[in-house]
């Protein structure tokens, strides 16, 4: 092999030499493993549940760390609320509205009807007040655990060191930059109410407060009573002015005249017109009846509805959040659902109705 040979022969070695990348050496000690890596700098991060160093293979902004199992991402920052306190006080006034509204439909309905009642006899003004008492008791004791009660708190956990954090405490859970801990997976913040609501349906402005683990229930008995109250007071405001209202005065029948659809709407525009007319003679109680009756039937309405709605989604599994944040999921319905829901003790005898089987899904608070 002549001398030229042997020069090529010592390039093409040197050439075909693999490129060797400066890396870092980076060892995590565990328990039962012991794990040695190598990868770049910009792929290391630190898990903000235990602290411990984890190794990124993709370098990518949201990480879940394989020992206690908590979700970071990097990307987020700390945030800050300062439209708090003006939160805190449209809520508050949104409470003390509705608060007037409840007691001057108790008191206005109590002293519109009293007399009506009591005059048909002594035992109906008796069952009155009761049914009376009754349903403002409710309300207002399930409107006051629903706006001041906690809606429920995220359970606190030991976080931030290695030896503070089991393997597993911290599972897909999350960390809350405007509360500055841990948020459990079934926990949502509440920008109104300041603070990680668990099991969150919705902030309700009326009551002040969020809907949670914590008073949901109450929710649920609050609309549940205000509807029996509405409909009561709608009952109530219906037969009180038919018994006080004023003789109509109708003087025009006879010169009616006319077939078919013409002489109905005259008797009907007739009618009006002697409706309208008494109403001039109608007493302030009557009046007050009058509003009762169409506020109490507006209001009954719409509670109607998100009652409906709310029971839906608790027979479903769901709350309104988890609702909307799973379109295009039917979810697991079951009616064992609402029994566990409102704490019956045991729901085991359902178990032989072939409704409640179809599920394994559950709503627990």
């Known amino acids: 092999m002549n001398f ?30 012991h794990i040695v890596a190598s990868v770049a700098e910009d792929q290391e991060a630190t898990c903000w549940g235990c602290g411990l160093r984890l190794l990124l293979p993709s370098g990518g902004p949201v990480y879940k760390c394989g020992w206690c199992g908590a979700i970071t991402n990097q990307s987020a920052q700390k945030q800050e609320d300062k439209s708090l306190k003006w ?10 509205v509705l608060l007037v509204f409840i007691l001057f439909v108790i008191c206005g309905g109590v002293w519109a009807v009293y007399p009506v009642v009591f005059s048909i006899s002594q035992f109906c003004g008796i069952f009155h007040s009761t049914v009376t008492v009754a349903f403002a008791v409710s309300t207002l004791s399930s409107f006051t655990l629903t706006a001041f009660r ?23 859970y999350t960390f809350c930059h405007y509360c500055a801990k841990p ?4 926990t949502h913040h509440c920008r109104s109410c300041g603070m990680c609501v668990l099991d969150m349906d919705h902030h309700c402005p009326f009551i002040g407060n969020c809907v949670g683990a914590g008073n949901h229930k109450h929710f649920i008995l609050f609309l549940i009573s205000a509807i029996g109250s509405t409909i009561y007071v709608s009952i109530m405001a219906v037969y009180s002015v038919l018994h006080m209202w004023p003789p109509l005065s109708v003087h025009e029948l006879n010169r009616l005249n ?9 008797l009907l525009m007739e009618i009006i017109h002697a409706v309208l007319s008494s109403t001039t003679l109608l007493s302030i109680r009557g009046f007050i009846l009058i509003y009762l009756f169409i506020s ?4 009954q309405i ?13 027979y479903e599994g769901k709350t309104y959040l988890s609702h909307l944040s799973s379109q295009g999921d039917d979810g697991e319905k079951d009616c064992r659902n609402l029994l566990r829901f409102f704490g019956f003790p045991s729901v085991s ?13 559950r709503h627990e608070k």
């Not at 939160?87 to 949104?94: N, Q, T, V």
């Not at 359902?350 to 599920?359: D, N, V």
């Open 302 to 314: 719409g509670l109607i509805v998100l009652l409906c709605q709310q029971l839906w989604y608790i």
């Open 349 to 361: 005898f359902c178990w032989h109705l072939p409704i409640f089987r179809s599920s394994k899904k």
């Open 150 to 172: 906690s809606p429920g708190a995220p359970p606190n956990v030991l976080w931030g060191s290695y030896p503070a954090v089991e393997k597993g405490d911290l599972e897909n």
């Open 4 to 33: 030229g040979s042997k020069i090529f022969g010592l390039f093409g070695m040197i050439t075909a030499a693999p490129t060797i990348k400066h890396e870092r050496m980076i060892e995590v000690d565990l328990p039962k493993d």
């Open 296 to 299: 109490s039937f507006s209001v």
């Open 258 to 266: 006319g077939s078919g659809s013409k002489f109905g709407w005259n």
């Open 87 to 96: 939160r805190w006080l449209r809520d508050r006034g949104f409470v003390c």
């Open 183 to 186: 948020k459990s997976p079934r």
